[in-house]
């Protein structure tokens, strides 16, 4: 079965560079979740999209920004990158959110601000 | 805002010995509740969860969870574990019907002796 891609799964960057790190749902899934891990940390939600708008947004900083296409496939773009950028960048994708509905988790874009 | 709480930074265990790890949560509503394990530098597996119903849910892998409202808990059990079980498990909530956000406790690293 069709499961959720993120590209690239390994990115190095250096201090303040962009990066951008890209999320293919699951076929039929409109709904699209960002999640950031930091080293030893639990997942944090940063911003979500359904139906190409924007849907709910967490502790994301103002130095990334989001968009999903019409296609249902979506971008983190991440400028002015620092340090405590590094992390493992998830992406989740789902049906719309309602009952019974649970969200499948990509293998994650590692990121390393160098 | 909702919360998990995941009382064991580290568990350990001997392969074949049965196994309990705790989740407590903190949410106004009915919770959805999750589990998800991961592998170093892997992507998040859904083991199981818990929507509505029967209050004794069963995953893959062998694992299973009940829910106790009275406890606001979410333990994940085991009757006997495998080496391959080693893992880190995070308990998760999302805050409403499913597929929404999810928050995350802060993981419980399962170490297995042979």
């Known amino acids: 079965a069709a499961g959720v891609i993120q590209s690239p799964r390994h990115l190095i960057k250096e201090k303040r560079e962009t990066a951008t790190l890209k999320c293919y749902p699951i076929?039929?899934?409109?709904?699209v979740y960002w999640y950031q891990q930091g080293p030893g940390q639990d997942p944090q939600f940063l911003i979500s999209f359904y139906e190409k708008m924007q849907s709910d947004k967490g502790s994301i900083p103002d130095r990334f920004s989001a968009q999903q296409f019409s296609d249902y496939h979506s971008e983190l773009n991440m400028s002015s990158l620092e340090l405590g950028d590094s992390a493992l960048y998830f992406c989740?994708?789902?049906?719309?959110?309602?009952?019974?509905?649970?969200?499948?988790f990509g293998q994650g874009t590692r990121l390393t601000v160098v | 805002a909702q919360s998990v709480t995941q009382p064991d930074i580290h568990i350990t265990v001997s392969e074949g010995a049965s196994l309990e790890l705790r989740c407590n949560y903190s949410y106004g509503a009915t919770p959805y509740l999750f589990w998800y394990v991961q592998s170093p530098g892997q992507g998040l597996q859904l083991l199981l969860k818990?929507?509505?119903?029967?209050?004794l849910v069963q995953g893959i892998k062998g694992f299973e969870a009940e829910f106790k409202r009275s406890q606001s808990s979410f333990n994940l059990r085991k009757p006997s574990v495998h080496w391959s079980d080693a893992a880190e498990y995070f308990c998760?909530?999302?805050?409403?019907?499913?597929?929404?956000?999810?928050?995350f406790g802060t993981g419980t690293q399962l170490k297995v002796e042979l």
């Open positions: 818990y929507f509505s119903g029967d209050t």
């Open positions: 989740a994708s789902s049906f719309p959110p309602g009952l019974n509905t649970e969200a499948f």
């Open positions: 076929p039929r899934h409109d709904t």
């Open positions: 998760a909530v999302s805050d409403t019907g499913g597929g929404n956000k999810l928050t």
